[in-house]
C-alpha cells in the first residue's frame, strides 16, 4: 500500500503504518537470495548526501519504501504529479519537504513502449483535482507533446521531480516491472528522506 492510497484517512493510515516494515520485510524475503535494489538505493544515498538519508516519519512512525508495480502490456498511465502535501494536508513534516523527487528502479521494461513522458508544465493542485474528477490522473494528449521522453532499460534507476506531470507510455510486448519510492529534500543541511 502506498501512502497516498490512504486518503488521509485515519483507519487507512493505521494500515499503512501498522505494515509497512512488515512489507520491507517481506520484499526482502520475495527477492532474497539477492538484494533489494531498493535497499541498495537507501544504502547508496545515506553514504552518499552529507546529511545522510533515513526512513521517512510523516506521523513520527516509519514509512513503508519500495512499491513494486507491475503494468501490463497496452495500460498507459495517466499523466499526473505527486505532491506529498495532499496526501497528508497540515502536516508540518510534509510541509517542510521543499521538493520530492521519484526513483524508479526498473525490473523489466517493454522492448516497445514503457517509455516516462515527462512534461516541464506546471498544474496547480486545484487545477489538476478539476481537471482530473473522480480519476487519478489526466490523458497525456491532453497536455500535449512531452518535453521529455525516457525509454528505460532494465537495472536502470531513474530519478525525477514528482511534482512535475508525468506518465507511461503503455508497452507492447511484455510487462513493466519497477520498484519506486520518493526522495524528500528539505534543504542542503537536511537528511534526504524517503518514503513509498
Not at 519537504?97 to 496547480?124: C, S, Y
Not at 525516457?150 to 514528482?162: E, H, R, T
Request: charge should be negative.
Amino acid at each position: 500500500m502506498a501512502l497516498y492510497e490512504s486518503e488521509n484517512k485515519s483507519n487507512l493510515l493505521d494500515y499503512y503504518y501498522s505494515n509497512s516494515l512488515s512489507n520491507i520485510d517481506e520484499m526482502r524475503n520475495i527477492l532474497s537470495p539477492y538484494l533489494s535494489p531498493i535497499d541498495y538505493f537507501r544504502c547508496q544515498l545515506d553514504e552518499q548526501w552529507p546529511s545522510g538519508a533515513k526512513l521517512e516519519s510523516f506521523h513520527g512512525k516509519k514509512m513503508f519504501v519500495g512499491l513494486s508495480r507491475v503494468v501490463e502490456p497496452e495500460v498507459t498511465f495517466l499523466a499526473h504529479h505527486d505532491i506529498v502535501e495532499k496526501d497528508v494536508p497540515n502536516n508540518y513534516s510534509a510541509k517542510s519537504i521543499q521538493m520530492q523527487l521519484a526513483a524508479n528502479v526498473h525490473i523489466q521494461v517493454p522492448d516497445i513502449g514503457g517509455e516516462l513522458l515527462l512534461w516541464h508544465k506546471d498544474i496547480t493542485a486545484n487545477d489538476f483535482d478539476s481537471i482530473r474528477g473522480d480519476s487519478y490522473g489526466i490523458p497525456p494528449n491532453n497536455l500535449g507533446d512531452p518535453d521529455i521522453v525516457v525509454k528505460p532499460k532494465a537495472g536502470q534507476l531513474i530519478i525525477f521531480n514528482s511534482r512535475k506531470m508525468h506518465s507511461v507510455s503503455a508497452g507492447k510486448n511484455k510487462s513493466r516491472v519497477s520498484l519506486s519510492c520518493f526522495i524528500g529534500y528539505r534543504g542542503e543541511h537536511q537528511p534526504l528522506t524517503y518514503w513509498s
